[in-house]
Protein backbone atom coordinates (compact mmCIF):
# COMPACT_ATOMS: atom_id res chain seq x y z
CA UNK A 1 0.00 0.00 0.00
CA UNK A 2 1.28 3.57 -0.51
CA UNK A 3 0.83 5.50 2.28
CA UNK A 4 1.76 9.04 3.43
CA UNK A 5 4.20 10.62 5.29
CA UNK A 6 2.86 11.17 8.63
CA UNK A 7 1.00 7.34 8.45
CA UNK A 8 4.92 5.88 7.49
CA UNK A 9 6.12 7.48 10.31
CA UNK A 10 3.66 5.84 12.45
CA UNK A 11 3.42 2.42 10.89
CA UNK A 12 7.06 1.71 9.48
CA UNK A 13 8.70 -1.30 10.96
CA UNK A 14 6.48 -0.70 13.78
CA UNK A 15 3.93 -3.47 13.49
CA UNK A 16 2.16 -4.24 17.01
CA UNK A 17 4.16 -7.07 18.80
CA UNK A 18 3.00 -10.37 17.96
CA UNK A 19 3.54 -12.36 21.49
CA UNK A 20 1.17 -9.27 23.02
CA UNK A 21 -0.58 -7.30 20.57
CA UNK A 22 1.32 -4.00 21.91
CA UNK A 23 1.00 -1.46 19.19
CA UNK A 24 4.48 0.64 20.42
CA UNK A 25 7.68 -1.67 19.65
CA UNK A 26 9.00 -2.94 23.14
CA UNK A 27 12.60 -2.10 24.01
CA UNK A 28 14.58 -4.85 23.36
CA UNK A 29 17.33 -4.43 26.26
CA UNK A 30 19.00 -7.40 25.96
CA UNK A 31 23.06 -8.32 24.73
CA UNK A 32 22.27 -11.50 23.29
CA UNK A 33 19.85 -14.11 22.23
CA UNK A 34 18.94 -17.93 22.46
CA UNK A 35 19.94 -19.68 19.87
CA UNK A 36 17.76 -23.16 18.62
CA UNK A 37 21.19 -25.28 18.41
CA UNK A 38 24.00 -24.20 17.35
CA UNK A 39 23.65 -21.65 14.26
CA UNK A 40 20.11 -21.48 14.86
CA UNK A 41 18.95 -17.88 15.13
CA UNK A 42 15.60 -16.97 15.64
CA UNK A 43 15.11 -13.84 13.39
CA UNK A 44 18.33 -13.80 12.81
CA UNK A 45 19.25 -12.24 16.14
CA UNK A 46 22.40 -13.54 17.88
CA UNK A 47 24.15 -10.30 19.54
CA UNK A 48 22.78 -7.04 20.02
CA UNK A 49 26.01 -5.24 18.46
CA UNK A 50 25.04 -7.28 15.52
CA UNK A 51 21.04 -6.67 15.26
CA UNK A 52 18.27 -6.00 17.71
CA UNK A 53 14.90 -5.97 16.95
CA UNK A 54 14.21 -2.24 18.76
CA UNK A 55 17.01 -0.73 16.47
CA UNK A 56 15.52 -3.13 13.44
CA UNK A 57 11.98 -1.11 13.81
CA UNK A 58 14.14 2.29 13.53
CA UNK A 59 16.01 1.42 10.41
CA UNK A 60 13.03 0.11 8.81
CA UNK A 61 11.40 3.53 9.68
CA UNK A 62 14.24 5.75 8.28
CA UNK A 63 14.58 3.58 4.93
CA UNK A 64 10.50 4.18 4.47
CA UNK A 65 10.64 7.85 5.60
CA UNK A 66 13.78 8.35 3.28
CA UNK A 67 12.56 6.66 0.54
CA UNK A 68 15.92 4.61 0.68
CA UNK A 69 16.48 0.84 0.43
CA UNK A 70 18.39 0.59 3.56
CA UNK A 71 18.56 2.80 7.03
CA UNK A 72 20.92 1.98 9.72
CA UNK A 73 20.97 3.66 13.42
CA UNK A 74 24.16 4.83 14.51
CA UNK A 75 25.16 6.27 18.57
CA UNK A 76 25.62 9.66 16.91
CA UNK A 77 25.76 11.64 14.16
CA UNK A 78 29.43 11.67 13.65
CA UNK A 79 29.27 7.79 14.21
CA UNK A 80 27.11 7.67 11.26
CA UNK A 81 29.73 9.73 9.41
CA UNK A 82 32.84 8.08 10.05
CA UNK A 83 31.71 4.81 9.27
CA UNK A 84 30.38 6.34 6.34
CA UNK A 85 33.63 7.47 5.12
CA UNK A 86 35.82 4.50 6.29
CA UNK A 87 33.43 2.28 4.27
CA UNK A 88 33.87 4.40 0.79
CA UNK A 89 37.38 6.10 1.67
CA UNK A 90 40.57 4.86 1.87
CA UNK A 91 44.12 6.52 2.38
CA UNK A 92 44.76 8.99 -0.75
CA UNK A 93 41.05 9.62 -1.54
CA UNK A 94 39.63 13.29 -1.90
CA UNK A 95 36.54 14.43 -0.05
CA UNK A 96 34.74 17.81 -1.17
CA UNK A 97 33.03 19.57 1.40
CA UNK A 98 30.64 22.63 1.43
CA UNK A 99 32.55 25.67 2.63
CA UNK A 100 30.21 26.33 5.65
CA UNK A 101 29.92 22.38 7.14
CA UNK A 102 29.00 21.79 10.33
CA UNK A 103 31.44 22.05 12.73
CA UNK A 104 31.62 18.73 13.73
CA UNK A 105 31.65 16.81 10.32
CA UNK A 106 34.94 19.55 9.31
CA UNK A 107 36.83 18.38 12.19
CA UNK A 108 36.29 14.74 11.55
CA UNK A 109 37.12 15.02 7.94
CA UNK A 110 40.51 17.87 8.94
CA UNK A 111 41.51 16.18 11.88
CA UNK A 112 41.17 12.91 12.30
CA UNK A 113 40.92 11.48 8.30
CA UNK A 114 43.73 13.85 7.26
CA UNK A 115 45.90 11.50 9.85
CA UNK A 116 44.26 8.91 7.90
CA UNK A 117 45.32 10.06 4.13
CA UNK A 118 42.22 11.37 2.87
CA UNK A 119 42.62 15.05 1.86
CA UNK A 120 39.48 17.33 1.32
CA UNK A 121 38.63 20.33 -0.17
CA UNK A 122 36.27 22.89 0.92
CA UNK A 123 33.87 24.36 -1.89
CA UNK A 124 31.27 26.98 -2.65
CA UNK A 125 28.95 23.96 -3.58
CA UNK A 126 26.67 26.64 -5.26
CA UNK A 127 29.45 27.62 -7.93
CA UNK A 128 29.26 23.87 -9.81
CA UNK A 129 32.50 25.48 -12.09
CA UNK A 130 34.24 25.93 -8.59
CA UNK A 131 32.88 22.42 -7.67
CA UNK A 132 34.10 20.54 -11.01
CA UNK A 133 37.09 22.18 -10.67
CA UNK A 134 37.95 21.06 -7.17
CA UNK A 135 37.17 17.66 -8.20
CA UNK A 136 40.05 14.87 -8.45
CA UNK A 137 40.35 11.40 -9.94
CA UNK A 138 40.37 10.12 -6.40
CA UNK A 139 37.22 12.01 -5.50
CA UNK A 140 35.07 9.71 -3.56
CA UNK A 141 32.15 11.98 -1.93
CA UNK A 142 30.92 15.22 -2.56
CA UNK A 143 29.56 16.11 0.87
CA UNK A 144 26.68 18.54 0.81
CA UNK A 145 24.77 19.97 3.89
CA UNK A 146 21.17 21.96 3.26
CA UNK A 147 20.38 23.64 4.60
CA UNK A 148 23.78 24.30 6.42
CA UNK A 149 24.88 25.05 9.41
CA UNK A 150 24.81 27.96 10.55
CA UNK A 151 24.30 29.76 7.96
CA UNK A 152 21.65 28.63 6.13
CA UNK A 153 22.41 27.90 2.62
CA UNK A 154 20.92 26.06 0.30
CA UNK A 155 22.07 23.74 -2.59
CA UNK A 156 20.57 21.96 -5.68
CA UNK A 157 20.81 18.93 -4.63
CA UNK A 158 20.04 17.33 -8.12
CA UNK A 159 22.59 19.27 -10.05
CA UNK A 160 25.01 18.28 -7.17
CA UNK A 161 24.22 14.80 -7.97
CA UNK A 162 25.13 14.72 -11.78
CA UNK A 163 27.82 16.24 -11.11
CA UNK A 164 29.05 13.57 -8.71
CA UNK A 165 27.83 10.83 -10.96
CA UNK A 166 29.71 12.21 -13.83
CA UNK A 167 32.83 12.51 -11.94
CA UNK A 168 32.22 8.89 -10.33
CA UNK A 169 31.67 10.09 -6.87
CA UNK A 170 28.35 9.56 -3.89
CA UNK A 171 26.80 12.42 -2.86
CA UNK A 172 26.10 11.99 0.60
CA UNK A 173 23.54 14.53 1.68
CA UNK A 174 23.62 15.78 5.86
CA UNK A 175 19.25 16.51 5.84
CA UNK A 176 19.41 17.19 9.66
CA UNK A 177 18.44 20.39 9.22
CA UNK A 178 15.27 19.86 7.15
CA UNK A 179 14.10 16.74 8.14
CA UNK A 180 12.76 14.03 5.55
CA UNK A 181 9.66 16.07 6.41
CA UNK A 182 10.51 18.83 4.28
CA UNK A 183 13.02 17.15 2.37
CA UNK A 184 14.10 13.65 0.77
CA UNK A 185 17.33 14.15 -0.83
CA UNK A 186 17.95 10.69 -2.42
CA UNK A 187 14.71 11.39 -4.36
CA UNK A 188 16.73 13.83 -6.13
CA UNK A 189 19.51 11.95 -6.85
CA UNK A 190 21.61 11.62 -3.93
CA UNK A 191 23.42 8.36 -3.11
CA UNK A 192 23.22 8.64 1.08
CA UNK A 193 21.42 11.16 3.57
CA UNK A 194 23.03 11.35 6.99
CA UNK A 195 20.95 12.44 10.25
CA UNK A 196 21.67 13.16 13.75
CA UNK A 197 18.70 12.26 14.75
CA UNK A 198 19.43 13.84 18.03
CA UNK A 199 17.68 16.91 16.27
CA UNK A 200 14.63 16.83 14.82
CA UNK A 201 13.81 13.18 14.41
CA UNK A 202 13.81 12.58 18.20
CA UNK A 203 12.56 15.86 18.43
CA UNK A 204 12.74 16.00 22.50
CA UNK A 205 16.27 16.75 23.75
CA UNK A 206 16.69 13.31 25.20
CA UNK A 207 18.43 11.32 22.53
CA UNK A 208 21.85 11.58 21.30
CA UNK A 209 22.25 8.89 17.67
CA UNK A 210 23.04 9.18 14.20
CA UNK A 211 21.69 7.67 10.83
CA UNK A 212 22.29 6.17 7.54
CA UNK A 213 20.26 5.97 4.74
CA UNK A 214 20.98 4.88 1.14
CA UNK A 215 19.45 4.51 -2.55
CA UNK A 216 21.15 1.52 -3.26
CA UNK A 217 20.96 -1.71 -1.52
CA UNK A 218 24.96 -3.04 -2.35
CA UNK A 219 25.90 -0.04 -0.57
CA UNK A 220 23.59 0.06 2.24
CA UNK A 221 25.01 -3.85 2.64
CA UNK A 222 28.53 -2.44 2.77
CA UNK A 223 27.56 -0.16 5.67
CA UNK A 224 26.06 -2.66 7.32
CA UNK A 225 29.16 -4.67 7.56
CA UNK A 226 30.96 -1.75 9.15
CA UNK A 227 28.34 -0.78 11.23
CA UNK A 228 28.56 -4.19 12.81
CA UNK A 229 32.41 -4.19 12.34
CA UNK A 230 32.93 -0.80 14.13
CA UNK A 231 30.45 -1.04 16.70
CA UNK A 232 29.18 2.42 17.11
CA UNK A 233 25.48 1.16 17.01
CA UNK A 234 22.23 3.10 18.81
CA UNK A 235 21.49 1.39 21.66
CA UNK A 236 18.03 -0.13 22.11
CA UNK A 237 16.75 2.55 24.56
CA UNK A 238 18.17 5.35 21.70
CA UNK A 239 16.47 3.32 18.96
CA UNK A 240 13.19 3.75 20.66
CA UNK A 241 13.05 7.02 21.99
CA UNK A 242 13.71 8.25 18.05
CA UNK A 243 11.04 5.66 17.26
CA UNK A 244 8.14 7.78 19.66
CA UNK A 245 9.85 11.38 18.28
CA UNK A 246 9.20 9.84 14.49
CA UNK A 247 5.83 9.74 15.17
CA UNK A 248 4.94 13.44 15.34
CA UNK A 249 7.95 14.93 13.22
CA UNK A 250 5.12 15.97 10.70
CA UNK A 251 3.07 17.88 12.87
CA UNK A 252 5.92 19.12 14.79
CA UNK A 253 8.00 20.42 11.59
CA UNK A 254 4.49 22.08 10.75
CA UNK A 255 5.09 24.25 13.94
CA UNK A 256 8.61 24.64 14.23
CA UNK A 257 8.17 26.04 10.69
CA UNK A 258 5.38 28.72 11.19
CA UNK A 259 7.47 30.21 14.22
CA UNK A 260 10.29 30.58 12.84
CA UNK A 261 8.63 31.82 9.16
CA UNK A 262 6.94 34.62 12.15
CA UNK A 263 10.20 35.23 14.01
CA UNK A 264 12.36 35.79 10.71
CA UNK A 265 10.05 38.47 9.28
CA UNK A 266 9.70 40.23 12.66
CA UNK A 267 14.07 40.32 13.07
CA UNK A 268 14.42 41.68 9.32
CA UNK A 269 12.40 44.75 10.53
CA UNK A 270 14.41 44.81 13.65
CA UNK A 271 16.68 48.18 13.92
CA UNK A 272 19.33 45.74 15.54
CA UNK A 273 19.70 42.98 12.69
CA UNK A 274 21.76 43.46 9.89
CA UNK A 275 21.43 40.35 7.95
CA UNK A 276 18.52 37.45 8.42
CA UNK A 277 19.34 33.79 7.17
CA UNK A 278 16.22 31.71 6.63
CA UNK A 279 15.72 29.89 3.24
CA UNK A 280 12.28 30.62 3.52
CA UNK A 281 12.82 34.77 3.09
CA UNK A 282 11.89 35.36 -0.42
CA UNK A 283 15.21 37.61 -0.51
CA UNK A 284 16.98 34.85 0.82
CA UNK A 285 19.64 34.27 -1.97
CA UNK A 286 18.95 30.51 -2.51
CA UNK A 287 14.71 30.87 -2.02
CA UNK A 288 14.54 29.36 -5.59
CA UNK A 289 16.40 26.76 -4.67
CA UNK A 290 15.06 25.94 -1.54
CA UNK A 291 10.89 26.14 -2.47
CA UNK A 292 12.27 23.65 -5.74
CA UNK A 293 13.03 20.76 -3.43
CA UNK A 294 11.60 21.37 0.23
CA UNK A 295 8.20 21.22 0.68
CA UNK A 296 8.70 24.06 4.27
CA UNK A 297 11.45 25.87 5.41
CA UNK A 298 12.26 24.35 9.32
CA UNK A 299 12.88 25.90 12.42
CA UNK A 300 16.73 26.90 12.32
CA UNK A 301 17.22 30.65 11.22
CA UNK A 302 20.18 32.52 12.51
CA UNK A 303 20.72 36.22 11.96
CA UNK A 304 23.68 38.84 12.14
CA UNK A 305 24.02 41.77 14.40
CA UNK A 306 24.83 45.12 13.36
CA UNK A 307 26.29 45.77 16.83
CA UNK A 308 29.23 42.82 15.94
CA UNK A 309 30.01 40.15 18.13
CA UNK A 310 29.28 41.92 21.66
CA UNK A 311 26.18 42.55 20.35
CA UNK A 312 25.50 39.02 19.34
CA UNK A 313 26.97 37.69 22.80
CA UNK A 314 24.54 40.30 24.99
CA UNK A 315 21.36 38.76 22.84
CA UNK A 316 22.71 34.92 23.67
CA UNK A 317 23.00 36.07 27.54
CA UNK A 318 19.59 38.07 27.51
CA UNK A 319 16.72 35.24 26.09
CA UNK A 320 14.76 33.91 28.39
CA UNK A 321 12.61 31.11 26.61
CA UNK A 322 15.66 30.72 24.25
CA UNK A 323 17.97 28.58 26.09
CA UNK A 324 21.46 29.38 25.53
CA UNK A 325 22.45 25.83 24.83
CA UNK A 326 24.32 23.72 21.98
CA UNK A 327 22.33 21.25 19.54
CA UNK A 328 18.59 21.99 17.86
CA UNK A 329 15.33 20.16 16.92
CA UNK A 330 13.87 19.67 20.32
CA UNK A 331 10.40 21.15 21.06
CA UNK A 332 12.17 24.07 23.11
CA UNK A 333 13.69 27.23 21.59
CA UNK A 334 17.49 27.16 21.71
CA UNK A 335 20.01 30.32 21.38
CA UNK A 336 23.99 29.76 20.34
CA UNK A 337 26.98 32.28 19.29
CA UNK A 338 28.47 29.78 16.37
CA UNK A 339 31.56 31.25 16.57
CA UNK A 340 32.20 30.52 20.27
CA UNK A 341 30.24 27.49 20.33
CA UNK A 342 28.97 24.92 18.05
CA UNK A 343 31.14 26.01 15.68
CA UNK A 344 34.82 26.58 17.35
CA UNK A 345 36.31 23.66 15.27
CA UNK A 346 36.53 25.99 12.08
CA UNK A 347 38.14 28.93 13.44
CA UNK A 348 41.05 30.21 11.57
CA UNK A 349 39.65 28.05 8.85
CA UNK A 350 38.10 28.83 5.48
CA UNK A 351 34.76 27.65 7.29
CA UNK A 352 35.31 29.85 9.85
CA UNK A 353 31.24 31.77 10.91
CA UNK A 354 30.75 35.38 11.39
CA UNK A 355 31.50 36.43 15.22
CA UNK A 356 28.32 38.63 14.99
CA UNK A 357 25.89 35.46 14.15
CA UNK A 358 23.34 34.42 16.29
CA UNK A 359 21.45 31.20 15.74
CA UNK A 360 18.05 30.39 16.91
CA UNK A 361 16.44 26.68 17.07
CA UNK A 362 13.08 27.78 17.16
CA UNK A 363 10.98 25.64 19.25
CA UNK A 364 7.38 25.13 19.01
CA UNK A 365 5.94 27.32 21.98
CA UNK A 366 3.26 30.05 21.63
CA UNK A 367 5.21 32.29 18.67
CA UNK A 368 4.09 35.59 20.40
CA UNK A 369 5.94 34.33 23.79
CA UNK A 370 8.64 33.76 21.61
CA UNK A 371 8.61 37.48 19.56
CA UNK A 372 8.66 38.99 22.98
CA UNK A 373 11.58 37.42 24.23
CA UNK A 374 13.37 38.21 21.49
CA UNK A 375 12.22 41.81 21.58
CA UNK A 376 13.38 42.23 25.29
CA UNK A 377 17.06 40.85 24.15
CA UNK A 378 17.47 42.67 21.45
CA UNK A 379 16.18 45.88 22.98
Partial sequence: MNTG?????????????????????????TSTYKQDGVGGLRGGYEYSRS????????????????????????????????????????????????GDAYGGTFRLVSKVFSRWGVEHTPVDLNDLDALRAALRPTTRVIWCETPTNPLLNVSDIAALAQVAHEAG???????TFASPYLQRPLTLGADVVVHSTTKYLGGHSDVVGGALVTADAGLGEQLAYHQNAMGAVAGPMDAWLVLRGIKTLGVRMDRHSAN?????????????VGDVLYPGLPQHRHHEIAAKQMSGYGGMLSFRLRGG???????????????????????????????????????????????????????????????????????
Wanted: hydrophobic share 50%.
Fill in 5 to 29: FNTRAIHAGQEPDPATGAVVVPVHL
Fill in 51 to 98: GNPTRTALQEALAALEEGSTGLAFASGLAAEDALLRTVCAPGDHVVLP
Fill in 169 to 175: ALLVVDN
Fill in 260 to 272: AARIAEFLLGHPA
Fill in 309 to 379: EEAALKVCERTQLFTLAESLGGVESLVEHPHRMTHASAAGSPLEVPADLVRLSVGIEDVEDLLADLDQALA
